[in-house]
């Protein structure tokens, strides 16, 4: 039973290590946004681009300006393919094991169900990557547990660098 229960705390510090790793990888940075790739995941798993900007935007993640112990913020501009730019400050989060990163309702005038959740497929001290899936242009629900009655889903992949 100790032995188990000894386990069970090491992973839970290791898991806490890989979020506070990742946090402080990110934090008082400023990552360029070097590619973006925006695609169409159709019912059969065929995926057609249908934008690969470069040089898209910048996001800056910063420890919260009210001095919250812990909170992060970041200022996300992006500007898409068709020079529309979007520009928020949004809290900004990483869940315990350093898979995903989030921008607290980031996307939507919703308090519900409207973060901008990336899962991070690089993790570099000078790069990283992020993709988001979703459906019917809403990138903020993974299309494995959230299907609004659509048969293609969007991908969004972010490249960054510092």
């Known amino acids: 039973m100790r032995f188990l229960f000894s386990i069970a705390l090491l992973g839970l510090l290791l898991s806490c290590n890989k979020e506070k790793k990742l946090l402080n990888r990110l934090n008082d940075h400023t990552w360029n946004i070097d590619q973006s790739i925006r695609s169409v995941i159709d019912q059969d798993g065929n995926e057609t681009i249908f934008e690969d900007g470069q040089n898209a935007g910048t996001i800056s993640i910063y420890d919260d300006p009210l001095g919250f112990d812990g909170l992060k913020e ?51 001290k000078k790069s990283q990557v992020w993709t988001a899936y979703g459906s019917d ?20 992949q972010l490249r960054l660098s510092r």
């Open 74 to 124: 970041a200022h996300f501009i992006y500007t898409n393919y068709l020079g529309q730019t979007s520009d928020f400050i949004a809290t900004f989060y990483v869940n315990e094991d350093a898979t995903r990163v989030g921008f607290a309702g980031a996307l939507c005038n919703s308090p519900f169900e409207c973060d901008l959740l990336f899962t991070v497929s690089e993790n570099k």
């Open 137 to 156: 242009n809403t990138y903020f629900f993974p299309p494995d547990t959230y299907n609004a009655n659509k048969v293609d889903h969007i991908k969004w």
